[in-house]
């Protein structure tokens, strides 16, 4: 059942004590409704209401609400009120004001200028994709555990506690649960007070960007990398400079050779996104000495470390040294629930202070009940047993997605294959990728274009494609569909 939307009070609507009531009311009502400020569907408030609110007389509301009947204005349903109707009288219909949504003065340029920081912000890049079977980024939700979900839910739903403020820093509980499983699973050294609870991993990185970076300094970045970083740090007017990847992963004797410094680096070690590889423990190393002497901060996304299909993830950069200069960021939004908007940031102990402070300045506490109900689901087990079945769930997912590339789509599609993580991606020469990926989601199936992920365009054409929320029906829909988009630009170029 569709809720009705009740109109506003109309507390602001003033009349003249020395004009006739009933004649201003008529017109301001009229008016209300015309310009949109009353919309259609919704319910008016009730005639002793109005009469109360106005300081009018209740039977000069209820003549004004009955001439407006008769004329088409307003209907009334029995035993539940006036409303507005859903079209105008059509004799009224030309003097109908412009809804102020359409206003012509919606054009930048009629507006006074924004910041560089905002001006930044403009930015095709940034829109979120549509979520459809293969977006990047979305997990198996029909597989979450929601019997135990929503369990832990009304344990904390009715707690004070969790509905008033709360500790910008984030939950103590949660912490404590979060610190004990990053050390036992990625080696993180850190103990509960280290740990800052971030509305997700962009809130994470435009921490990072302003407590770290002044303008002008200079970020390094994988190329290609996560484009939200790089979004993130130019918002902030930080240089980035790029480097190259080697077997998918950060090219780090390329970094080391460049002379290159910078006040940050921005990694995906564990699983390079977008293209999966990983970082090796030698690497990770040379990578923290060259950190070390150059006086540059690690920002390491540990992306995807919970899903790897053939071996045990590597160590966290952040747990192979007593003391390393690295802020490690984690989210949830693929481990769990995107909608939970709930990320981590691991900070050295004298910078705690510094990003909680941030974090309040920035956005303030994040929910306190959903991170309650985090806390109980890792503290009883529940979230490994989860990821473990997930793993097995993304493996099978990923394995026969694969196999139907493999066999459909090569050689007009190469596949890059990783095993890990919840995505694939697929090379496709002589291609618009934008154009593919917008032709693929007008048939139902999203992507990002390879293309985004690379500012200086080293990457040709190809596909990031999201496996994790898709069934078997949608691989091979999904396949079938790309063979068709492939092959008839093919046969276009070879004649």
């Not at 109707?85 to 009224?92: A, E, Q, R």
């Not at 540059?296 to 470390?305: A, F, G, K, Q, V």
């Not at 920035?362 to 109980?376: K, R």
């Not at 079945?389 to 493996?395: D, P, T």
Request: hydrophobic share 40%.
């Amino acid at each position: 059942m569709v809720p009705v939307l009740s109109a506003p009070d109309l507390a602001d609507l003033t009349l003249d004590p020395n004009q006739p009531l009933q004649t201003q009311l008529y017109h301001r009502l009229v008016q209300s409704i015309c310009n949109g400020r009353l919309t259609a569907g919704s319910k008016l408030p009730s005639s002793r209401r109005l009469s109360e609110t106005l300081g009018v007389s209740r039977n000069t509301v209820i003549q004004v609400l009955e001439q407006l009947k008769a004329e088409g204005f307003l209907g009334s349903k029995p035993r539940q009120g006036v409303f507005i109707s859903t079209s105008l009288p059509s004799h009224v219909a030309a003097i109908k004001e412009p809804d102020w949504q359409t206003s012509p003065r919606t054009s930048a340029d009629d507006l006074p200028r924004l910041s560089t920081q905002g001006e930044s912000l403009r930015n095709p890049r940034l829109a979120r994709e549509k979520s459809q079977p293969f977006t990047p980024g979305l997990p198996d939700l029909e597989a979450f555990p929601f019997h135990i979900w929503n369990r832990l839910y009304r344990r904390h739903q009715s707690r004070l506690p969790l509905i008033g403020y709360g500790p910008s820093q984030g939950y103590l509980p949660l912490r404590q649960a979060l610190a004990e499983y990053l050390r036992s699973s990625r080696g993180v050294r850190c103990c509960p007070d280290q740990i800052i609870i971030t509305n997700g991993a962009q809130e994470s990185l435009s921490l990072c960007a302003q407590v770290v970076l002044n303008p002008g300094d200079t970020v390094v970045m994988e190329n290609p990398g996560y484009r939200r970083a790089h979004i993130a740090f130019e918002a902030n007017r930080a240089s980035l400079k790029m480097v190259g990847l080697k077997n998918n992963y950060l090219d780090v004797n390329a970094l080391i050779k460049s002379s290159m410094r910078g006040k940050l680096l921005f990694t995906t070690p564990t699983h390079q996104y977008p293209m999966g590889g990983v970082m090796p423990a030698g690497d990770r190393l040379k990578l923290l000495d060259w950190a070390a002497q150059s006086g540059c901060w690690i920002l390491e996304d540990d992306y995807d470390s919970e899903f790897s299909f053939k071996h045990r993830p590597v160590a966290a950069l952040q747990g192979m040294a007593e003391y390393t200069p690295v802020l490690y960021m984690g989210s949830f939004s693929k481990t769990l629930q995107p909608g939970l908007r709930l990320g981590y940031l691991v900070v050295p102990k004298a910078l705690v202070e510094v990003f909680a402070q941030a974090k309040e300045m920035l956005s303030g506490y994040s929910p306190l009940l959903s991170q309650a109900v985090v806390s109980d689901f890792i503290a009883e087990g529940h979230f490994v047993r989860h990821l473990r079945r997930m793993c097995i769930n993304y493996r099978e997912k990923w394995n026969n997605f694969c196999q139907l590339i493999r066999k459909d789509l090569e050689p007009q599609a190469k596949l890059i294959v990783n095993s890990a993580g919840m995505h694939v991606v697929i090379a496709t020469s002589n291609m618009d990728d934008i154009d593919l990926s917008k032709k693929l989601s007008l048939q139902g199936f999203g992507s990002t274009p390879l293309s985004f992920f690379s500012p200086t365009k080293v990457l040709k054409s190809g596909l990031v494609l999201g496996f994790a929320n898709t069934s078997s029906e949608d691989r091979k829909s999904c396949v079938k569909t790309l063979k068709n988009l492939l092959i008839p630009t093919l046969r276009t170029v070879l004649t």
